[in-house]
């Protein structure tokens, strides 16, 4: 929201620089996010730091206060004139403009009053008005169809107010201090109108601070000044307003007050320069005086209003009383409204109605049909309240946001539309005449309760850490608008109507005054303390433990941790399964599907990790010849019957391309990964996390290879999968070499791994070292043979490791060769020779007998 | 005979200062001091000598093989070190060539930070709980006194699923609830905990927002648990985060969840406070939000707030990670590329 500075002014002083003024909110949460300075310097303060503007600073000297004494045609030209202007020098200074809003007062000889406006002198840097882009020039002397000029009178743009350039700027009257004394000519224009617009942004519980009026309140708070009220009285010389309109609110809760006034006989004209100028700060465009009056309002006190021609109501009534009536819509009412946009209603719209229909979505946005035109003369002034959740719900539903809607949606208390339609009618009255009716029309069903919460002092202690003395308590609430009685421990503190965001809890009342103490006594002045406080209990946190050392150990064997979007698409899932394949292992769950997706590759949480370890290396093959990733992270099941998913870890894994590259030293490439490094790094996790009794058995996942996969399974579970991804799948994401993958359930096997495991002691006596090469059919599986081996073997087998695979002429076909290196040892004595070759005979025997192998001699 | 000996002598210490390699040295030896050398002839042919002077020659041509002896020793190892120095200057390689590639496994960057979140803050006695990603609303709002059509739900843009009242947590503070549910033993025991997971908004994906991103989120609950023990506990996090002298800055906020709620803003330390375009020449950087746990979460949690008090804050590690390490695109942490992940 923009506030200037000398807006706020009006309510309260302000004796700081205003970049102090701008900490001194942020800190007390009205976050100042910009300063827009106009044609003010930025001043230094210590302590605080302001990004460095670079605004257009008005010289003292040469950006002065003008009076146009006189405007003479320009004796060659039709479009330009002679601006006869008082800079407070000896002499009149002539300045040839071509701006059309001097031409009324051409060839009018002296000037009665004079024209108050901007002067510049030559020299002065100003923004260059005619250039599209930002551009400073500097006012130099030349010729203008033959009249020599140097210096000029301003238009807004030129002097960084706002993009106007359709004339200059003429004030309505002479300024004046703020005490009332006149500004002489030649006044430096920064002391004039040079001002700090302030952006803060507003979190939701300051709604209060969404007006001038507001951000003042905050003001006065932090620098201990009183605020100054606006007038909220009028002026009423016409006949009563009493049976000029009437006011039915079928709803109470969703409108729980409609005001009314009337003005007759206005005139619908532009705003007073000053009012222009201020609404041109805040960011709106002037229109007339009688809508700009009602922007002015909601702006200056949060209060919006709404102006309907009260003609246009009265034909709408056949003649009779208009009557306004607050309602929800009927099926199929339809209302245009004055952003050009014809709504279908929906069932909980508010709506401001008379008998002949729709006028106005309450709260948000006006009508077209009975909006104020140029012709109108009778104004009817409404200020109503409405409630927030509703307003919300309206302008989501509808997607029309407005400055009125904004206040409402964010709760203005229903005592501000009173204040407002007076103010308002007044401000009407002054700047387009008429007369004013007597009286309010005010319907009031539901007045909300006042507020009033004991707030005791040792809850201040207890909350914020420091005692603080009850009176400076006192002072700061009183400071921000509460009212309270004192007594000894304890002050009843009545909650002041803009207060919305005060709860009337007892307990969250008092965190809610213990805050307001808290930012005005300055966050930075309560102290830091350790806490002294019980220390609770410590529990054991295995899952996160384990889980951390399954990372450590994946990149302890060189694999690089990456992290996707949890979000996927059921079609990008489907790839993982070939046409014709068994399904998924997760095929019977659902999907947590998003209602509101934000992209099109992101309609579901994921049911696998493999699509991101694939995607993300097929990204990467364009830069990488070997990746190796993993990925440890949630997938969603969705199960009938639940209303939350399961979320179980899994751990994926990828291995791709070369195992490692050639390099300069000329050494050989050691080749491509194949099934046995991912076997390799699964052997390693399983080990390293010391999970016991975990076999491999052929899978029948579909996304893998059927030949060279396998399940991981422990306890007749299936703790995981890994192996060569099957090529379709990898075809399918356009993978350019062999992909070689996992997907393990990590809950399962960090609940498997066993983290008091025991040492073995190292051997006492000498092991005895054989070999032995059993040929075997080709297709045997090796843990058979290693089975046959370790039971023959017996206790002192101690270990049994396959070191050579041989397939070749020297043995039968359709027989492979598989030598294995034995060891023999026992901690009770130093083994015979003779000893382990009557263990080797046995295991000859027991493989020729369970196997059909021969011993290859 | 004496000079024969005197002779053989200085001819053996002449030519052994020529023998520059083993092989010459080993044939000087054979020829001087060996079984069958010169200085051995001359011992044998003592035999012609008077019975008197063999003492006398013996113990000369002795002493003449003692100190060829010891001349052979330092001359053998002055030959050994020359040689030594010889392969030593021939071996020496192009130091300036690359080393044989070690490929390096790693930590994904926003798992380090959150690494460096656990060590700190388990430091300070808080342990790691963790809740679910898909939440009801009613805890991951309601509960959290953020009613339904509350103005501050325009704070968090959130991921509906087809599931009535099923969301994607829009931020970690559902974790407070489920905590203080619990741990809390029906609002009875203290509570420490720190709450990190991945959180979900809907948000454009651009170089500065995330739809999804992670979150710590800690949660002190006790019976004498103070404003002033929050701005204390932060700032010795900040200081052992980012910088022992770190300026730290409590600004007024609003988090419906806590009360008074802040953000803190740190010293920028990229430019200590001087202005730069990372702290958008504020010389601040926002690190984190906090408050005092609300009265209405903590009842929601089971707690009598009367007796029971706490402080929550929450800090996101991915914009601390972009911060330390100078990453200027959100995008980089879930894009997967190894170019940007092996940097770490
Ligand atoms: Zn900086």
Redesign the pocket.
Known sequence: MLVPVSWIKEFVEIDIPVELLAEKLTVAGLEVAHLNYIGLPQETVDGVRWPESHHLVWDREKLVLGAIREVKPHPDADRLVLAMVDYGGDELEQCVTGAPNLFPYKGKGALESPLWTAFAAEGAEVWDGHSEEPQRMTLKGRKLRGIYNKSMVCSEKELGISDEHEGVILLDQQPTTSDGRPYPAGTPLQDVMGDVVLDIELTPNLARCFSVLGVAREVAALLDKPIRQPSYDFIAEGAPIDGQAAIQIHNAELNPRFTLTLLRDTVVQPSPEWMQRRLKLVGQRPINNIVDVTNYITFEIGQPLHAFDYDKLKARAGGNTPTIITRLPESGETLDTLDEVSRELEPHNILVCDTAGVLSLGGVIGGAETEISDQTTNVLLEAANWNFINIRRTMQSQKVFTDAGTRFSRGVHPSQAILGVGRGIELMRQTGGGQIAQGVIDEYPQPPATITIDLHIAEVERLLGMALPIDDVADMLTRLGFELTLKSEMMRVTVPDHRMDISDDPVVGQADLIEEVARIYGYDAIPNTIMDDAMPPQWENTALEREEATRDLLVALGLREIISYRFTTPAREAVLVPAGGKPAPWADAGYVTMANPIASDKTVLRHSLLTSLLESAVNNQRYQQSQQIFEIGAVYFKRTGETLPQEPRRLGLLISGERGLAEWMGDQAPGAFDFFDVKGVVEALIDGLHVDGVTFQRTAHPSFHPGRSADMVRDGVTLGTFGELHPLVGRAFELKSPAFVAEIDLDGLLTASNADFKSRSLPITPAVYEDIALIVPEDMPADDVLNVIRQAGGDLLKDAVLFDVYRGASIPEGTKSLAYSLTYQTDERTLKDKEAASIRKKIVKAAEKRLGAKLRG | MLEQLQAIEEEALAALEAASDEEALKAWSSRYIGKKGAVTQVLRGMGGLPAEERPRMGKAANEAKVRLEAAYEQRAEQVEAEALARDLAAGAVDISLPGRTRKRGGLHPSTRTLRRFYEIWGDMGFQVYRSRDVELDDINFTALNIPPHHPARDMQDTFYTTDEGVILRTHTSPGQIHAMRELGADGTQPIRVILPGMCYRYEQITARSEVQFHQVEGLVVGRNIRMSDLKGTITEFAKRMFNPSAQVRFRASYFPFTEPSMEIDVE??????????????????EIAGCGMVNPVVLRNGGYDPSEWSGFAFGMGPERITMLKHGITDIRYFWGNDLRFLEQF
């Open positions: 920028c330390f990229l430019c200590a406070g001087k202005g730069c375009n990372v702290c958008k020449y504020t010389g601040w950087l």
